[in-house]
């Protein structure tokens, strides 16, 4: 069995209030539990709640975490100084992310903790945190992971997650390339079209996957507005779901303006869309609290 609980579903910067009750208003962070591994993706504000359900649950155990961080950008991070069971020398916690443009991953992760933002250094925290940049499969325990880079104006990595029978994709902050560089009309030779080509690898990467976390930040026509900001529309995250025929759609790292209200509606319109692309896809907007079990 494999459990996904959503504990910061908000992309860009947290908003909490009267407006984002029901989907929440921490940023990125998704765990998911299969058998024993303790997977995380992405350590936004979210995380600091799930580290406080974590040593609850454990107590004084030690315990092994897998954080994998999709790209360094504040809402993928910012909790991470945040995340209690990093400060308990007994727990061993993997961090995975991207090799960096310009600075290896691990000192860009450490430099938010850096004596001018943050009272504690992150070598203050376990002994035992070791910091990895993805290069190749990942093997943990039963599971697998995959990367595919996005595109998004970072580095920014989506992770496949298989235990041979069910599949779990995470792949946020990413703009379909049809979309930014379509205008432009790029392509390798007349007989083939780049942008789509790219895209095609991507849905490729979602494939037949049970659960696909993906984002739409944006409606079509607020897209329109914020080409090249490396963020999806609507419309191409429900048709790449479609096309890659994954079975659940979550819509995930909502864009701050949205209300409850606002999301519903895209929840709708997404039900729309997939009967428009004659779909079997399950869509719905991913709320903090919430738990997708994969039997
Ligand atoms: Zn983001
Ligand atoms: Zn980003």
Redesign the pocket.
Known sequence: MMKVTFWGTR??IATPGKGTMKYGGN??CVELRAGKEIIIF?A?TGIRNLGLKIMKEFGSRPLTIHLFI??T????IQGFPFFVPAYEARNRIHIYGPPGRDKPFDSVFRGQMDSDYFPIDLGDMSPNIEVHEVRSRISIGRLTIDHFYLN?PALTLGFRVTDGHRTVVYA??NEPYEGSIHASGKKIDKHIDLPVMLDEKFVDFLRGTDLYIG?A?YTKEEYEEKKGWG?SPLETTVRFAVQANAKRLALF?HDPTHTDAFLDRMVGQAKELVKIYRGKTKCFASREGQTVTLP
């Open positions: 992309g860009s940023t990125s992405d936004g999709s790209h950008h504040w809402d993928h998004h946020t902050d984002e930040q963020h790292h």
